[in-house]
């Protein structure tokens, strides 16, 4: 697999834009005119500096609304494609994008764009150019790719062919599989990109959100099997406008770039039945393992598992680290002179084959990450996440593996907690939201879930719930506004009980957050609950939602540093997370904050 990138792509100057391209791992470029136009360097140094980073120039582009017009028009159009040609001879690239038109066409007749095109194309071979020619989902008469084909067939010259982008053949719904019927020899280039169901003007939809492949709505596994079904040998190359992606680090939105590639490659190749020898498959996560929270002092944070009934199993023998236990639930508190304050640092899940999920992280692009261990300590296969949390892997079970590595606990079975992590929590900033969806997807097989829109004190919050199909390992995923303070983290313990572990919480002197009495009205007048089991959620400030298939009560506690608590039972088959309740949740912990 050959990859590339569109420039258009990512934030910054060509120059910067190239050396992010090249430190991510690309193999070539696609040359936007406009990024050229714009930099000081002539197209020869650009030329040189493509070379000496190891980058091909797969494409320039784009030449527009040149077909379908009268002659006067298209002879000045032969005039600027010409002066272009001459830049590219410069620039030492050999295939032009012309783009179907949509600003000047005026002859409704494919006889004509052939004949056009194809003076086009001998006008290019004068100069070792190529063209690949593709329809626009807004072109004004051609808008279909098989269109597009029907009018290179046409011209039939040696160095005319199509180029196929995924955004223009499914934002219309056109079907993909009529790709495998293009003489493979005229599959000229592939562009790829993603993009959220959006109901809009198709222009604006792919102006402005595009998305890196497997952060939207598209089927681009089906669509880049067909392609490669036709016969396509040429390279993988992005065309992403998106305006978060061109505000965004050039190096790191170029990794998070050929991740994405890497990923949809490896998915396409697996789909179809034809496993890249160097590519391990991905391992589903079958639970969260444990949950690790740095911090340079974390004893707020104990004192809060010590009230919410969690068991201190003790100290490692070698580290500063300390481990609380309530049944199966496993946090793990790593207290570093220089950690700053509390919050998740890492979270570990159990897999069929740890060492397999590392090796697939690696091959779609995460960052290896060093850990630590001594003689006897279990082996934890790491890397980093795109914010920098620590993403562990055991294939044993807890108590086979790392717990005893941990001495001096001090277990009791009495008036303990017992539960299981349902969820985690995670806010992200604005520009780091889609890496993220990304990451889950590629390197830790989660599926994505609906997203919803919820309100909180700074506007809405989009939150999206990225899980396994049983729900063992669930990420709640929240984009704040991007003027709005970033949330704190929180760690969700599931219990059979949550009415017993408040009143334990309680007695033991947590405060657990208060919730306004207006909540609980609206209780009431929502769902009709007798007054006996309102009172009870109101003096223990439990929250509760129900639908059709059951219930969900929780409970909050304080936030320490950047993490907090929650406490949730579910009861039947309720598979949500109380969606209804978190602008109460978001405003009473901006009030504590704030005071």
Not at 457 to 469: A, E, I, K, N, W
Not at 473 to 478: C, D, F, G, I, S
């Amino acid at each position: 697999m050959r990859t590339s990138i569109a420039t258009v792509c990512l934030s910054g100057g060509l120059v910067d834009k190239l050396h992010a391209c090249a430190a991510a791992g690309f193999d070539g470029v696609e040359i936007m005119d406009a990024d050229l136009v714009a930099a000081v360097e002539s197209p020869e140094e650009i030329r040189a500096l493509c070379a000496r980073l190891g980058l091909t120039i797969d494409l320039f582009q784009p030449l527009r609304d040149c077909e379908g017009v009268d002659d006067a028009t298209f002879a000045d159009n032969l005039r600027r494609a010409r002066a272009k040609f001459e830049v590219m001879r410069r620039l030492g690239a050999s295939m032009v994008l012309v783009c179907s038109n949509v600003g000047t066409a005026t002859i409704a007749d494919p006889e004509v764009a052939a004949r056009q095109l194809g003076q086009l194309a001998d006008a290019a071979a004068e100069y070792g150019i190529s063209i690949a020619y593709e329809a626009l989902a807004w072109g004004r008469f051609v808008d279909d790719y098989r269109d597009a084909w029907n009018i290179v067939e046409r011209a039939d010259r040696a160095n005319l062919g199509v180029c196929l982008d995924s955004f223009h053949v499914l934002s219309r719904g056109h079907d993909p599989a009529g790709i495998e019927g293009i003489d493979p020899a005229k599959l000229f280039f592939l562009q790829l990109a993603d993009a959220p169901s959006l109901d809009m003007d198709v222009l604006s939809w792919s102006r402005h959100h595009r998305l890196f492949p497997g952060e939207g709505q598209f089927d681009l596994t089906t669509f880049l099997s067909h392609v490669l079904c036709a016969g396509y040998t040429g390279p993988l190359s992005l065309e992403v406008f998106n305006d978060t992606f061109r505000q965004t680090d050039v190096t790191r939105t170029a990794a998070h770039a050929h991740r994405s590639l890497r990923w949809l490659y490896n998915s396409t190749v697996r789909a179809n039945g034809q496993p890249d020898a160097q590519v391990a498959p991905p391992q589903p996560p079958h639970a969260v393992d444990f949950v690790e929270i740095s911090g340079s002092d974390l004893s707020s944070v104990e004192q809060i598992l010590d009230q919410l009934g969690f068991d201190f199993e003790g100290g490692h023998r070698t580290k500063a680290v300390r481990l609380w236990r309530a049944g199966e639930a496993s946090i793990v508190l790593s207290e570093e002179p220089r950690a700053g304050e509390p919050h998740i640092e890492g979270i570990g899940f159990t897999v069929t084959d740890a060492q397999a999920a590392k090796r697939h992280a690696v091959s779609i692009g995460a960052t290896p990450r060093f850990r630590r261990t001594r003689a006897g300590d279990a082996e934890l296969p790491t890397v980093s996440a795109p914010d920098g949390t620590g993403i562990y892997w055991s294939s044993a079970s807890t108590a086979e593996s790392w717990v005893a590595e941990f001495e001096g606990g001090q277990t009791s079975e009495i008036d303990s907690l017992h539960g299981v992590i349902d969820h985690l929590n995670v806010a992200l900033p604005w520009h780091e939201f889609d890496e993220a969806v990304l990451f889950n997807i590629g390197v830790l097989a989660l599926d994505p879930g609906t997203s919803a829109d919820l309100a909180g004190p700074y506007g809405l919050v989009r939150s999206q719930v990225m899980r396994t199909p049983d729900g063992s390992v669930r990420l709640a995923m929240n984009l704040a506004p991007p003027t709005a303070p970033l949330q704190p983290r929180h760690i969700a313990i599931r219990v059979d009980d949550v009415v017993a572990a408040a009143e334990r919480a309680r007695r033991s002197g947590l405060p657990s957050l208060p919730i306004p009495d207006n909540y609980y009205d609206d209780l009431h007048a929502r769902f009709g609950l007798d007054d006996e089991f309102l009172h009870l959620l109101r003096e223990l400030n439990l929250l509760y939602d129900r639908d059709a298939n059951g219930s969900f009560l929780h409970f909050y506690t304080p936030t320490v540093g950047k993490v907090f608590f929650e406490i949730v039972e579910r009861r039947g088959a309720y598979d949500g997370y109380g969606a209804a309740s978190t602008p109460v949740r978001l405003v009473a912990q901006e009030d504590r904050r704030a005071g």
